[in-house]
């Protein structure tokens, strides 16, 4: 009896009937889990690649618990170094995904956050300024009124060029695209893009893009940078023939389109003074 209760089955608080006796249930479980049961360990003194080595009569590899080898040069280990590999590819994989995602978060075109300059000034100087060239419309349709253009110059020493400063010191930039004069691609060619920190000429910094295939280059271009600079530079020494007469190199350029993304404090002095403006 238990607590006065006579009617109690024994077979549902922890016994059997085995042999038409009563008997205790033993534990159902294993005594630890699996792979503390399975656990061997060997001390072999000598090379583990025999079935001395009490880790291979059974089947298994040598690990670091092993008491003389600490499964030096075991599939373990090799098992181990593998996944260090793959940890450290896993890691480059998402650091080039975060970085062409904030890349791709902060891209501006940036030719409102500068000024403009060019080599020399067509005719009377009003008329194909530098400034055109950042400012819309964004097309290849040409017209003093909307598109940089430099003077003719038929020396073969001149060199012709647009350059572009940024306003807010260094910017990232990613690609440029530029559209050019319409029809005029012989004047477009041989032409080379700078990124660089100085305004120099001939430019001394980092070359984007020369244009060096035969044929013509096409007037409209977006070309790859991925380069920290403050200057973008246009230049151009190679000249063309028009009807027969040498005319020097010229820049005319329609619109230019600088991609990329200023420093963070930099962005916080555009954005600060576009509130200040209402």
């Known amino acids: 009896m238990w607590m006065n209760k006579d009617n109690l089955n024994p077979c549902e608080w922890g016994w059997k ?5 009563l008997v205790p249930v033993k534990c159902t479980m294993d005594a630890a889990p699996s792979k503390l049961l399975n656990i061997i360990r060997c ?14 009569k059974n089947g298994l590899e040598c690990s670091v618990a092993c008491g003389e080898c600490k499964g030096t040069g075991s599939i373990y280990l090799i098992r181990l170094y593998l996944m260090d590999i793959e940890a450290a590819e896993m890691l480059a994989v998402l650091l080039t995904q975060t970085t062409f995602l904030l890349t791709v978060t902060a891209q501006h075109n940036l030719t409102p956050f500068g000024t403009a300059s060019q080599s020399s ?20 349709h040409f017209s003093l009124n909307i598109c940089a253009h430099t003077n003719a110059n038929t020396h073969f020493n001149y060199s012709a060029w647009c350059i572009f400063q940024f306003s807010y010191g260094s910017a990232y930039i990613t690609d440029i695209t530029i559209y050019y004069r319409e029809n005029y691609e012989d004047r477009m ?3 080379k893009l700078y990124v660089t920190n100085t305004s120099t000429i001939p430019p001394v910094g980092y070359l984007c893009y020369e244009d060096t ?66």
Request: aromatic residues 10%.
């Open 43 to 56: 001390n072999s003194k000598t090379n583990c690649d025999t079935k001395r080595c009490t880790c291979r």
């Open 121 to 140: 000034l067509f005719g009377s100087g009003y008329k194909g300024k530098p400034t055109n060239a950042v400012n819309p419309p964004i097309s290849n």
């Open 189 to 191: 060619d041989g032409f």
């Open 17 to 21: 009937v085995a042999n038409g006796n």
């Open 213 to 278: 295939d035969p044929g013509l280059p096409n007037i409209t271009q977006t070309l790859p940078c991925n380069q920290l600079g403050q200057y973008v530079i246009c230049y151009d020494t190679t000249g063309s023939i028009d009807s027969g007469f040498y005319n020097g190199p010229l820049v005319e350029l329609c619109y230019v389109a600088i991609n990329g993304h200023l420093q963070f404090s930099q962005e916080k002095k555009i954005d600060a003074n576009a509130k200040k403006k209402y």
